[in-house]
């Protein structure tokens, strides 16, 4: 099989062959990122031992997918798989605690937020310029394969999914800056302005505004205000 990926964006509709091709290139692919995936607490055998490295691997096949022509009814179902398996795999590497490490995951979620509002409004990508300025007129309109009510469903419920395991992971990679052994006025809930939780974290780290508004835009394209944040309104 050829290595190198078929070039979707050169045409406005795939032919079958093009098709065949970009639908073995990208299950190769994401078996290759699952594979690497499970791998990633051997170092020695996977090339995704970090979450950065994931990220890494992942983001070729976002352009790809993206580069699709919006007459294919490929991009949404490629694009809600990578968007299952990132949001499900995040989770599963250790918490950056680090300015670098946060805004790395976080630029990448806004990619695939931006993504998103390019397959929902079926603009055609451009790996230079990005998404079309305008969506197509009417008798374009008629040829391209829009995102279906059940995919839509399926999406908001990956995005919220995703959000919540977010947060129960941000959360639980927030260590503690007491010290010592508990004492009664620790038991008694006193002196809790000496721990950090997420919110703090992500301020410090000035990410707050950023996962406050994750996924804003999809949201709003999909008829819903706001974005759904890692912290929720109490």
Same mark, same amino acid.
């Given at each position: ?81 990578? %968007? ?10 250790? %918490? ?56 839509? %469903? ?81």
């Amino acid at each position: 099989m050829d290595a190198r990926p078929p070039r979707p964006a050169a045409r406005t509709k795939l032919t079958a062959q093009q098709e065949r091709r970009l639908i073995a290139f990208l299950d190769d692919k994401f078996l290759e990122l699952t594979r690497g995936y499970k791998m990633r607490s051997q170092p020695s055998k996977s090339h995704l031992a970090t979450l950065t490295d994931f990220l890494a691997a992942a983001a070729p096949l976002l352009q790809l997918i993206l580069q699709t022509p919006p007459s294919s009814a490929l991009r949404a179902p490629y694009l809600l798989r990578l %968007t299952h398996d990132v949001l499900g795999a995040v989770p599963g590497y250790p %918490t950056p605690l680090d300015t670098s490490g946060m805004t790395g995951l976080l630029d990448w979620l806004d990619d695939l937020d931006q993504s998103w509002v390019c397959v929902l409004s079926v603009r055609a990508w451009d790996p230079v310029n990005g998404p079309a300025d305008t969506e197509p007129d009417a008798e374009t309109a008629a040829k391209v394969s829009r995102v279906t009510q059940t995919e839509r %469903t399926r999406l908001r419920g990956l995005l919220v999914g995703g959000a919540a395991a977010l947060e129960e992971w941000l959360g639980g990679g927030v260590p503690s800056v007491c010290s010592g052994p508990i004492t009664e006025r620790d038991r008694d809930g006193e002196d809790d302005d000496d721990d950090e939780d997420v919110a703090d974290v992500l301020a410090r780290l000035g990410v707050q505004d950023g996962f406050d508004a994750l996924f804003c835009r999809t949201l709003e394209e999909l008829g819903e205000l706001g974005g759904i944040g890692v912290l929720p309104p109490t």
